[in-house]
């Protein structure tokens, strides 16, 4: 099935420029994706309600080759592009009434289990023949370069707020940490037009994480580390 929402642009999901910002997206995106699988009876309550598992984003890239206004209407549409043994992916794209493409993205999740934190096969977590995949919208690729790590620019401290309810920071934190590395004249003068985020690891309230910029051609890397080991990365196209 494909889920589809026609709305206006809300001034919360903006930035300093009054546009679509990075952390909207990946709000319009994580809405759009957790109500699908929820209607699907797949969602991330229901993982761990009555598989005993817990869905984990892998990694996210979004592409925003034009960023829409505050009050701009726009159409979005989730759906199930794949699944593998062990992955699931969800497509979405964002578009004007026109069909200007405002955003698509690719996320990638798995599942673990509560208990023993494994991976979990798609088909024990409800993914099977009630969820058939859709045909692509729009092509898409991941990034396939290797950042190497260089120096420390930051240590942030995960608040409360940056919990969900699976009791680890939330996705979207992260991204927050990121783009706290510019400054709001920064991303007016040069905005995302793209970014990928991969997930290797949980952290959680209290912990304290330290950013580090990489070295990466012709695109802008971060990564985020947790007593040494990496726990997120990132990389940017401006």
Known sequence: MRLVKNDRMPASYC?????LSVEGAFRIV???VTE?????????????????GMWVFVRNRIEMPVRPGWMDEYRVTSYISSFSKIRLYIDTLMESPDGT??????????????????????????????????????????????????????????????????????NIAYVRYFMDQYSADEMIDHPVSAIEVQYAT?????????????????????????????????????
């Open 15 to 19: 930035g300093a420029d009054v546009k």
């Open 30 to 32: 994580e809405d759009m």
């Open 36 to 52: 699908l699988m929820g209607i699907q009876h797949i969602d991330g309550v229901t993982c761990m309600k009555e598989y005993g």
């Open 101 to 170: 493409v405002y955003l698509k993205s690719r996320l990638e999740l798995c599942a673990v289990d509560l208990e023993t934190g494994r991976i979990r096969k798609s088909e024990t977590v409800g993914v099977g023949d009630k969820t058939p995949a859709e045909e692509p919208l729009f092509e898409i690729s991941y990034y396939k370069g290797k950042p190497q790590r260089a120096g420390r620019i930051d240590e942030v401290r995960v608040r409360p707020t940056d919990i969900d309810y699976c009791h680890h920071t939330n």
């Open 202 to 238: 949980q952290t959680h309230e209290g912990d304290t994480l330290e950013v580090y910029r990489c070295d990466a051609e012709g695109v802008d890397a971060f990564e985020i580390d947790i007593d040494g080991a990496k726990a997120v990365s990132c990389t940017i196209e401006r």
